[in-house]
């Protein structure tokens, strides 16, 4: 079997993850390239599967560059929401921390929701945040990511398998 010309590449919204080890287990063990973004400086472990990327600190600087890179067969791990519609626009998968993929289904009503407590919390009606991140939410999203991987590297054999011509 051939390497895909552009390997799958995992980029995490590093600046709030709390899944940052795990991600850099399940990579290793896939093989994949990782692109660990920030606002600032941020410590990775030396390997030369992972990027360290200190994108600035303006209002989304990080989004943004994840936005312009992330593509097809790439997968981003994310809780900021407009970022992930926007990756999943360019065709990347997206999984949250607590390991939810974020689908075609379900961004436009998670969109929704997320405005709505937004302008809830600022006219003080809500003031509690998310729930508190639990073990089950880390066993969940290894299970995602696992997944998320391996159905990529399935369709990619599958078009590779369809065209004979790039092996």
Sequence with gaps: MTTPQNPTRIYVDADACPVKEEIYRVA???????????????RVPQDPL????????GMDAADDWIAERAGQGDIVITSDIPL???CMKAGAEVIAPNGKPFTEQSIGMTLAVRNLMTDLRSSGEVTGGPKSFAPRDRSAFLSALDQAIRRIQRRRAAQSAARPELN
């Design 50 to 57: 992972i990027e360290r990327i200190a994108a600035g600190s």
């Design 84 to 86: 992930a519609s926007r």
């Design 28 to 42: 290793a063990r896939h093989r994949l390239p990782i692109s660990v973004v920030a606002g600032q400086f941020i």
